[in-house]
């Protein structure tokens, strides 16, 4: 088992933040007039290097989908949206809920989220332009609504585009009997592709033992579809890989006919956060176990490109962090030299803190990165990074939020590459 100790923010060192982003602080905050939450949850880098960061906000006692965008310099865009903010309302008073974002070849803006109705929820896709605004021709007004096939959740959770401009999510939907991991494909302009899956569908169906849900999605280089998540299996929830091929069909020669579970000593919930495809095919997932106090640890687990764990990496493919009490990760990113950083949570002197983790491309403990591998933000304030992306400078933007005074401020970061 690999395990970190604490560290703290070493702001002397070169893993630093840039404080000629929003000079001289390094980091922005933002926050909605009136608003008791503005939670940054995903991020999206423009190929002009402005940062688009996409959440929730609840401005007038209805949780709403926003997006803000932030100039190279950390300063809001003013020409994006509504003074630097698109928002999405649900219909008639129903609160709804971000989750990912992507960029499509124009640069339109992709978010995913969820619909609330009552004790159900509908499956959001959303588009707008680069401008900020719904994008009409996509959708009803470049909203696409899907509500599973019975009562309960259905919510979408990642998403990705491929090169021929389709769109797939991932998430979760909900049948007479269970939550189910799904996958959807639209066409570019926002309906559900028949050649994909059964009328653009595909769900992971039949697991007696429980639920199943669908958390992230990634492409291979072959076209493949990865998606990670958690999986109910023999009483307990792991963590869930499983690769789609092009139509949508399961890849039986990926893992176990399609599916690699990666169960904790505990017996779960264990959950897949983030997954990507490394340049020579293998497959990164950012996730967390159960411990044995009944918190979380976060685990990287590497997969080859068959759905194996690379016993090359980490202590048998997987490698941890975690010391005590409750730590959470969500993003994640790589660096140019092959280290991979991650976003998310720690407990720092009994506090919920913003960290970021740094690990060798073989799966250790990165010393030269803060101290002992993390930076922690403590000195910015309690709450957690979501998202953390590297620019085409090498300099590191992390997103998530903090709490001040009960309410919520968006937060965004950037870091000298260490």
Same mark, same amino acid.
């Given at each position: 088992?690999?395990?970190?100790?604490? /560290?703290?923010?070493?702001?002397?060192?070169?893993? %630093? &933040?840039?404080?000629?982003?929003?000079?001289?602080?390094? *980091?922005?905050?933002?926050?909605?007039?009136?608003?008791?939450?503005?939670?940054?949850?995903?991020?999206?880098?423009?190929? @002009?290097?402005?940062?688009?960061? %996409?959440?929730?906000?609840?401005?007038?006692?209805?949780?709403?989908?926003?997006? =803000?965008?932030?100039?190279? +310099?950390?300063?809001? @865009?003013?020409?994006? /949206?509504?003074?630097?903010?698109?928002?999405?309302?649900?219909?008639?008073?129903?609160?709804?809920?971000?989750?990912?974002?992507?960029?499509?070849?124009?640069?339109?803006?992709?978010?995913?989220? $969820?619909?609330?109705?009552?004790?159900?929820?509908?499956?959001?896709?959303?588009?707008?332009?680069?401008?900020?605004?719904?994008?009409?021709?996509?959708?009803?007004?470049?909203? #696409?609504?899907?509500?599973?096939?019975?009562?309960?959740?259905?919510?979408?959770?990642?998403? #990705?585009?491929?090169?021929?401009?389709? =769109?797939?999510?991932?998430? $979760?939907?909900?049948?007479?009997?269970?939550?189910?991991?799904? #996958?959807?494909?639209?066409?570019?302009?926002?309906?559900?592709?028949?050649?994909?899956?059964?009328?653009?569908?595909?769900?992971?169906?039949?697991?007696?033992?429980?639920?199943? *849900?669908?958390?992230?999605?990634?492409?291979?280089?072959?076209?493949?579809?990865?998606?990670?998540?958690?999986?109910?299996?023999?009483?307990?929830?792991?963590?869930?890989?499983?690769?789609?091929?092009?139509?949508?069909?399961?890849?039986?020669?990926?893992?176990?006919?399609?599916?690699?579970?990666?169960?904790?000593?505990?017996?779960?919930?264990?959950?897949?956060?983030?997954?990507?495809?490394?340049?020579?095919?293998? =497959?990164? #997932?950012?996730?967390?176990?159960? @411990?044995?106090?009944? %918190?979380?640890?976060?685990?990287?687990?590497?997969?080859?490109?068959?759905?194996? &764990?690379?016993?090359?990496?980490?202590?048998?493919?997987?490698?941890?962090?975690? *010391?005590?009490?409750?730590?959470?990760?969500?993003?994640?990113? /790589?660096?140019?030299?092959?280290?991979?950083? &991650?976003?998310?949570?720690?407990?720092? +002197?009994?506090?919920?803190?913003?960290? &970021?983790?740094?690990?060798?491309?073989?799966?250790?403990?990165?010393?030269?990165?803060?101290?002992?591998?993390?930076? %922690?933000?403590?000195?910015?304030?309690?709450?957690?990074?979501?998202?953390?992306?590297?620019?085409?400078?090498?300099?590191?933007?992390?997103?998530?939020? =903090?709490? $001040?005074?009960?309410?919520?401020?968006?937060?965004?970061?950037?870091?000298?590459?260490?």
């Amino acid at each position: 088992m690999v395990l970190f100790t604490a /560290g703290f923010a070493d702001l002397t060192s070169n893993s %630093s &933040l840039d404080l000629t982003f929003n000079k001289p602080n390094g *980091y922005a905050l933002w926050h909605t007039p009136d608003a008791s939450q503005d939670q940054n949850l995903g991020m999206a880098v423009q190929k @002009d290097g402005k940062i688009i960061v %996409s959440g929730d906000t609840n401005d007038t006692k209805q949780n709403r989908i926003q997006a =803000i965008r932030y100039l190279t +310099n950390g300063s809001p @865009d003013s020409s994006f /949206g509504n003074s630097g903010q698109f928002t999405f309302t649900g219909e008639r008073g129903k609160d709804v809920n971000a989750h990912g974002i992507v960029l499509d070849s124009n640069e339109n803006i992709l978010l995913t989220g $969820e619909e609330h109705n009552g004790d159900d929820s509908d499956l959001l896709l959303l588009r707008c332009t680069p401008d900020g605004s719904p994008d009409s021709s996509f959708g009803d007004n470049g909203t #696409v609504r899907y509500p599973g096939d019975g009562p309960g959740k259905s919510s979408g959770r990642g998403v #990705v585009v491929q090169t021929d401009g389709k =769109i797939v999510v991932c998430g $979760e939907v909900t049948d007479s009997s269970q939550k189910k991991m799904a #996958v959807l494909r639209y066409t570019p302009d926002g309906i559900l592709d028949p050649d994909f899956g059964s009328q653009g569908i595909f769900t992971l169906g039949n697991m007696s033992d429980g639920d199943s *849900y669908g958390l992230d999605t990634a492409m291979d280089s072959n076209g493949k579809i990865l998606v990670t998540g958690a999986v109910s299996t023999g009483g307990s929830i792991g963590n869930g890989l499983i690769r789609l091929n092009r139509n949508g069909t399961i890849d039986t020669s990926f893992g176990n006919n399609g599916l690699a579970i990666m169960n904790g000593s505990e017996g779960g919930p264990d959950y897949g956060n983030h997954v990507t495809v490394t340049s020579d095919g293998k =497959i990164l #997932v950012t996730g967390v176990e159960t @411990d044995s106090s009944g %918190s979380f640890d976060i685990v990287l687990l590497r997969y080859t490109p068959d759905g194996a &764990l690379d016993t090359e990496f980490g202590v048998d493919g997987v490698a941890r962090f975690g *010391y005590s009490g409750k730590n959470y990760a969500w993003g994640q990113t /790589g660096m140019p030299d092959g280290r991979i950083i &991650l976003a998310g949570t720690s407990l720092v +002197n009994l506090l919920e803190t913003p960290v &970021l983790i740094a690990f060798t491309k073989d799966g250790n403990p990165d010393t030269s990165f803060g101290k002992n591998g993390m930076l %922690s933000y403590e000195t910015i304030g309690i709450g957690p990074l979501h998202a953390v992306q590297t620019d085409d400078e090498g300099k590191i933007l992390a997103c998530g939020y =903090i709490v $001040e005074d009960g309410i919520d401020l968006g937060l965004l970061l950037r870091m000298n590459p260490g």
